[in-house]
């Protein structure tokens, strides 16, 4: 490639992630105030929150393109304390929560999110994108004089059905066409100017809250600095910590396949641990990573850290100077852009395979999928299915185990053990002896089999213990070394004396 084309290329890319942060920018505003009004603070500190926490992350986060703001799983999480306690609880519990989240990215724990499965992965986006697609609904209700919502019908209703129709229709066939410009952008601003231009009536940004502000200023948390204080927020920091990290991992996971590229998580617990304790101390709400947004920001074009930055950017320069433009945007097509973004999120392919994948796996699915559906909470969705797929494992595994014996030329009767002994195979390996009817001495062979936990050794020391009490030998062969190391660690429980193997040079483990 000639310096000229590269230049070319670089102002195209450059081109793309301000377009495609300007659009995240336009969306972030509505979710903003939405889950400030779901927290019961002000829009303002939602938006506030979306600024900081989306600049800190964009600059220093472990996945590039990945856009970060206020969120609803946070939100949901301090409901209660700011109506037991009031905002400036939440201020200070923001601050903690930011720090926990710190720590687990200086203690390096974010590569444990490698242990969740990839049927509780299919459920969680499943399940966001159902969870992304009725949020939507509530646009199509209005709100009367004693403030109970309704259905929209006749006119109102028509229109909005229309607008968010052409959204998703310029959203999908634009890039047929030209993708000189983002789809989503694109939609937004047609829409917004047809309305604009023929008045159409219909509801906007401005009707749901004003966005007009100044820049966030910094502000100590009004709250007692004692014990007592920090054991109230501190279970509500430790869950929106824990929340915002496994959502944050978990949508980086996923724009990573997006992008066929791989992110940094312990980085990105310590940028979002940095957002938010720069934001607990500027008021606001805290958050973590959208995967909604992240999915616009990236099939908009945006790859790179400008996207993020510009994005964060304009949605401080919205609250500052461009309110009363932004508050005239029709809800119709932000709607739209986000049931795109829903279609887009979901899984299709995850509904070919059921019939080609094991029913645990679809009852994992399914299971976290509705968890998420139901309860709107990210983290014990993933935590329920994380539990279920590892009872499952335990299960076959426990079920797998088996012996092969036979005697050999002296008398002693081998039993060559095959899968792992740990406490769900426990019952089914002993009855695997027949402890009266064997001859004088046992060898059991561990070549094929681990010995992973305490129930384990309890089960050995039970069998060597019946053996004993018939005057019988038994003697544990090929011990591999994590599996001498674990019996050495329980000698109070297993006197175990290690002798080599001569002819294999293995160990050979004594037990009378």
Known sequence: MSFIDAMKDSQLNAKNEILSGLTVALALVPEAIAFSLIANVSPLIGLYSAFIIGLITALMGGRPGMISGATGAIAVVIVSLVATHGVEYLFFAVIVMGILQMCVGFLRLGKFIRLVPHPVMFGFVNGLAIVIFLSQLEQFKGVGADNQ?????????????????????????????????????????????????????????????????????????????????????????????????????????VIDEMTETRGRGNKECLAQGAANLVTGFFGGMGGCAMIGQSIINVSSGGRKRLSGIVAAIALLLFIL?????????????LTGLMIMVAIGTFEWASLSILRKVPVADVFVMVLVASVTVIYHNLAVAVFIGVVVSALVFAWENATRIRARKHVDEYGVKHYEIFGPLFFGSIAVFQEKFDILNDPQEVIIDFRESRVVDHSAIEALNKLTERYAKVGKIVRLRYLSEDCRKLLDNASSIIDVNYMEDPKYKLAVDSLA
Do not use: C
Not at 171 to 181: C, D, E, G, V
Not at 239 to 246: D, F
Not at 321 to 333: D, T
């Open 149 to 253: 919502s309704f259905w929209l019908t006749g006119q109102p209703l028509f229109i909005m059905i229309g607008f968010v129709l052409v959204t998703m229709a310029i959203i999908f066939f634009l890039p047929k066409i030209t993708k000189a410009i983002p789809a989503s952008l694109a939609a937004i601003t047609v829409v917004s100017m047809v309305v604009i231009f023929f008045e159409i009536p219909t509801r906007t940004v401005g009707d749901i809250a004003s966005i007009a502000g100044g820049l966030p200023e910094f502000h100590l948390p009004v709250v007692p600095l004692n014990f007592e204080t920090l054991a109230i927020v501190f279970p509500y920091s430790l869950i929106m910590a824990l929340v915002g990290l496994i959502e944050s991992l978990l949508t980086l996971t």
């Open 321 to 333: 100077f461009g309110a009363s433009l932004i508050e005239r945007i029709p809800m119709a097509a």
